[in-house]
């Protein structure tokens, strides 16, 4: 039994996204593909451990999923919605194909989510909702706002979607700007939360960062003149580079600065220099391509053994210019400490929206280091509580914890 729900788990981590993009394309509606995988993966729940798990588990689901959509449109046919639903799945071959075979509808799903008739808010969280499978409530602590405020607003973007009756491609050329920004923004917002949730090992975190590296490329692949489209893959490979040493042999978590740079992945740090080179040759500096310069300068210590302080603050800087985030601010002021100006990095943390970041790890775990730095060790102590209070990532609240029972370092 434990074998079979590790199986469901497992497919729904790496096919939930296909799937849905599959059906919701046929359907014409996202939050009955939705229901119906998931009341598909109920049923695998209930069934596989009792009937021995399917040679083929992903067309199993689908044809569970196609099943309980016609079935709910039949029950509900007097509504013209549900006898449009069942006449689109029905015209479907009834013979359901491997997975790997089926088109990959995920790219026009994205772009579906940043049509221009939503809310730009939703944009973003719809598409990590509907394409990479995250629940309202981790969406919603992303985006700092209610679970219950976030589902309402899925639920009446997907209500749009259907009708409105949003067509399920990919756009034309025309129309690519309008909805590109937020296709790319939902990318990054996706790895960024499967970085910070994967632990190196097998994750639902590492299975979003692999998926969100493979949509950058599907885009490339479209726009290999875009600039940012490869300035983001770019940065997405700096840090899958890393990846191996973020943890060490025994698991516990290492900085960016203390980690063993032989273990960074060479081949994914050329991949990820050709790309940003590829990006420059445009001369059109966008904040993807600075951070992922950010990126590169730190990976410099790969073949060099050292890492140049001054050019990281100077790209945070030229990418506080054009896109002044929260995270850029905070990775400005770490760049300033590493340069050896705690002072000035601390007044500049100092100087954010604190109601903002009340809840923001990261600003607490680098406002305690400044604070350390600077003699400062009661407000330290304090803030590293906070810091850890907040910390999800087990590894990383042991590392915060072992500094906090260190104390005091000498000389600040």
């Not at 973020?246 to 978590?253: I, P, S």
């Not at 220099?273 to 790969?302: M, P, T």
Request: with cysteine; hydrophobic share 45%; proline share 5%.
């Amino acid at each position: 039994m434990a074998d079979a729900q590790r199986i469901v788990e497992a497919v729904a981590r790496e096919s939930y996204g296909r799937l849905v993009a599959y059906l919701s394309a046929q359907t014409r509606d996202v939050a009955g593909a939705e229901d119906a995988l998931g009341d598909a993966l109920l049923a695998a729940l209930a069934s596989w451990p009792r009937d021995g798990v399917p040679d083929k588990p992903e067309a199993w689901l689908l044809t569970a999923a196609r099943h309980r959509l016609i079935d709910g449109a039949r029950q509900a046919r007097v509504r013209q919605e549900h006898a449009e639903t069942v006449r689109l799945v029905l015209s479907e071959t009834p013979e359901v194909r491997e997975p790997d075979e089926l088109p990959d509808h995920r790219l026009a799903l994205l772009f579906v989510c940043a049509h221009p008739a939503l809310d730009p808010a939703v944009h973003t969280p719809l598409m990590l909702q509907t394409v990479l499978g995250l629940d309202a409530a981790r969406i919603a602590q992303a985006f700092l706002v209610s679970p219950a405020t976030m589902g309402q607003r899925l639920v009446r973007a997907k209500r749009k979607i259907r009708e409105a009756g949003i067509a399920f491609r990919v756009p034309a050329e025309a129309e690519w700007p309008e909805r590109l920004g937020a296709v790319v923004e939902a990318i990054y917002a996706a790895y960024g939360i499967g970085w910070d949730e994967a632990a190196g090992a097998e994750s639902r975190g590492r299975d979003l960062s692999d998926e969100a590296v493979w949509l950058a490329r599907v885009l490339r692949d479209l726009r290999p003149d875009d600039p940012e489209i490869r300035g983001l893959l770019a940065l997405m490979l700096f840090c899958e580079a890393r990846r191996p040493a973020r943890r060490d042999a025994a698991g516990r978590y290492v900085p960016l600065s203390d980690q063993d740079s032989a273990r960074w992945s060479l081949s994914l740090l050329q991949e990820a220099e050709a790309e940003l080179s590829a990006a420059a040759v445009h001369q059109q500096a966008g904040r993807f391509q600075l951070e992922a310069a950010i990126q590169s300068v730190h990976a410099d210590r790969r073949v060099t053994g050292r890492t140049d302080r001054a050019a990281i603050v100077n790209f945070y800087e030229a990418l506080l210019r054009i896109a002044p985030t929260l995270g850029a601010q905070i990775g400005h002021a770490a760049a300033l400490a590493e340069r050896d100006e705690p002072e000035p990095a601390l007044q500049r943390l100092d100087a954010l929206d604190a109601a903002a970041l009340r809840s923001h790890q990261p600003y607490w775990a680098l406002r305690a280091h400044l604070l350390e730095r600077l003699g400062r060790h009661a407000e330290a102590g304090e803030a590293l509580d906070r810091a850890i209070g907040l910390a999800e990532d087990d590894a990383v609240r042991q590392f915060l914890l072992e500094r906090r029972g260190r104390g005091p370092r000498a000389g600040g």
